[in-house]
Every structure is written in C-alpha cells, then in structure tokens.
C-alpha cells in the first residue's frame, strides 16, 4: 500500500509562485502514471498536469506555461512548480499516482476514475 501526502500550499497574492510537493511512502514501487488535480468550489475535480515514467507530460490548457510538473524518484516525491498564479488557480491540489500506464494526455481528462492513489489535498488560494 503506497500513501500520498501533499505539502506547499497556502495564500499568494496574483503573480506569486509556489511550489507544491507529494511525498510517497509505503510500497513506491512502479509507480508508472503520476499526476496532479485540482477542484475549485462549486467546480469538479479537473486534470492539471500528468507526468509518466518515461518524463513524458501533458498540461492543461489552462496553466500552460505557466506550471511544470516533476519527479524525483530517488526521493519518492512529485512535484508541481506553479508561477504566474491567477485567481482561477484557486482550489484545493491533490496528486495522484498508479502502477498501469496510460496516455499522459488521456489520463489529463480521465485520470479522476483512472489513478488508484490519492493524496487528501493541500489549498491554493491566490488573491487578485
């Protein structure tokens, strides 16, 4: 069993960067898809970026330029580099991961009934 726990969040003002962290720990092991998510108030849970094993990533359209996604598998730990925070970027962040493999792209709109590990969240709340 493999537990996720995010780290990183918190209050920024529009412009900001933070950067958020998921720590795993447990059995890690093959870990192939790994992601981030994010669910804003009254909104549903939406992809924001995906990484897989091989570094292949995909982004939503909407942070672009904006967030890079990383691991450090020596580390057991995701990562999500958020610069350029807007306002719309508030939610609530969880990462996710699984040992299947899939589409980076797919797994961006499908990952919410894909991934078998989630992490409980951590708050994003950028200000204008």
């Known amino acids: 069993q493999a537990q996720l726990v995010e780290s990183g969040g918190g209050s920024v003002q529009a412009e900001g960067s933070l950067r958020l962290s998921c720590a795993a720990s447990g059995y890690t092991i093959n870990m192939n898809s790994m992601g981030w998510f994010r669910q804003a108030p009254g909104k549903e849970r939406e992809g924001v970026a995906i990484i897989d094993s091989e570094d292949n990533t995909a982004y939503a359209d909407s942070v672009k330029g904006r967030f890079t996604i990383s691991q450090d598998n020596a580390e057991n730990t995701l990562y999500l580099q958020m610069n350029s925070l807007k306002p719309e970027d508030t939610a609530m962040y969880y990462c996710?991961?699984?040992?299947?493999?899939?589409?980076?792209?797919?797994?961006?709109?499908?990952?919410?009934?894909?991934?078998?590990?989630w992490g409980q969240g951590t708050q994003v709340t950028v200000s204008a």
């Open positions: 996710a991961a699984d040992r299947r493999s899939a589409s980076t792209w797919w797994l961006l709109l499908h990952g919410n009934t894909f991934f078998e590990y």
